[in-house]
């Protein structure tokens, strides 16, 4: 298919706006403050293989983690399977997650009796059971004490709500009209997701916009290899240290990150980086790389189309049994302060 340069932009910058306006929907629906007040929510828009088609606006540490879950998920409910109306969720993780008050909902997009992409929110619930309120232990020393678990999951069968599913996961919170407000919320935004993608494909056609979309994907692959290609090939390392993993208090936690630059691609090697952590501070895959992303996202050109194809000139070491990846059922509900601290570091 011949590509119009400026159907392409349009396109592009209509995708962005969706993602913007699920964001927009899943924070002013809210019922906690956590997302209300702070914002910490996030939406996107991914293809029938789990690849980011346009992320919203929102908190960096998001940037790339949805995708992983929006992978499983394809991965646990193939495409050709799902039926309009259809939602699914998760927040294990160790299977496609990343903490447990971080739930991912998507729906399915159709298009032409297909399933051609998938609306995706994440969105940081208030309170998801476990030992302490909020579920954000901060001397966890096992993930079933941070709150319930979420394997890849469906909620709703054909527009058809799972009330059994609905009522077992409200029973184990301790706030269970909050909890469903926003679970609700992410509802309505990844729905309004597909609304307005499906009339992108009523005015250009389904076959035009996949078409558009894998371009968007291809271009924002070659402009960051592109800016790869700038760096000079080499072995860059650094390492930096948590000051501890808040059980173990005085002991120092070690990360370490070697970027390997080769022509246009760069590898992260993690290598060398301390075993994983008895407390809450361990970093599963999807956060790791929500920081690696970030990073690379941060070295590139703002113009660059903000989509999965700009990871694809990247790869990660990431050494099982470490802080940036850990084994279960080790506790990761403070992964943040871990995600800054390998952003620092690389």
């Known amino acids: 298919m011949a590509i119009d340069p400026i159907l392409l932009e349009v396109l592009r910058n209509r995708l962005d706006a969706i993602a913007d306006e699920m964001e927009l929907t899943l924070l002013k629906s ?9 914002l910490d929510a996030s939406a996107a828009l991914f293809n029938a293989h789990g690849e980011t088609i346009a992320q919203a606006a929102a908190i960096p540490i998001h940037l790339g983690a949805l995708q992983f879950a929006a992978q499983r998920l394809v991965r646990a409910f193939p495409p050709e399977r799902m039926q309009d109306g259809d939602a699914f969720l998760l927040n294990d993780p160790y299977d496609g997650g990343t903490h447990l008050p971080d739930i991912t909902l998507a729906v399915p997009v159709f298009a032409e009796g297909r399933a051609v992409a998938l609306a995706c929110t994440m969105c940081h619930h208030q309170d998801v059971g476990g030992r302490t309120p909020g579920s954000v232990p901060t001397d966890a020393t096992e993930l079933y004490q941070e709150g319930m678990i979420i394997p890849p999951t469906q909620l709703f069968r054909a527009g058809e709500l799972d009330e059994n599913l609905l009522r077992v996961l409200t029973r184990n919170v301790r706030l269970p009209d909050v909890f469903t407000g926003d679970l609700m919320a992410q509802l309505a935004a990844g729905r309004l997701g597909g609304v307005r993608l499906q009339e992108l494909v009523v005015a250009h056609g389904t076959s035009t916009v996949v078409a558009y979309i894998e371009e968007l994907l291809s271009r924002a692959e070659r402009l960051t290899r592109a800016q790869i ?9 650094f390492e930096d240290w948590l000051d501890d993993d808040g059980v173990n208090i005085g002991q120092p936690v070690k990360i370490a990150v070697t970027l390997r630059v080769r022509g246009s691609s760069m590898t992260f090697d993690f290598t060398g980086s301390d075993p994983q952590v008895r407390g809450p501070f361990n970093s599963v895959p999807a956060s790791t790389m929500s920081a690696v992303y970030y990073a690379v996202r941060a070295i590139s050109d703002a113009s660059i189309p903000n989509n999965g194809g700009c990871f694809r000139a990247v790869d990660a070491v990431l050494p099982e049994g470490t802080i940036v990846n850990p084994r279960p059922p080790a506790p990761v509900s403070c992964r943040t302060a871990t995600i800054k601290r390998i952003a620092d570091t690389i």
């Open 30 to 38: 809210a019922a906690s403050p956590i997302v209300k007040e702070g």
């Open 229 to 237: 290609a700038d760096i000079p090939d080499g072995d860059y390392a």
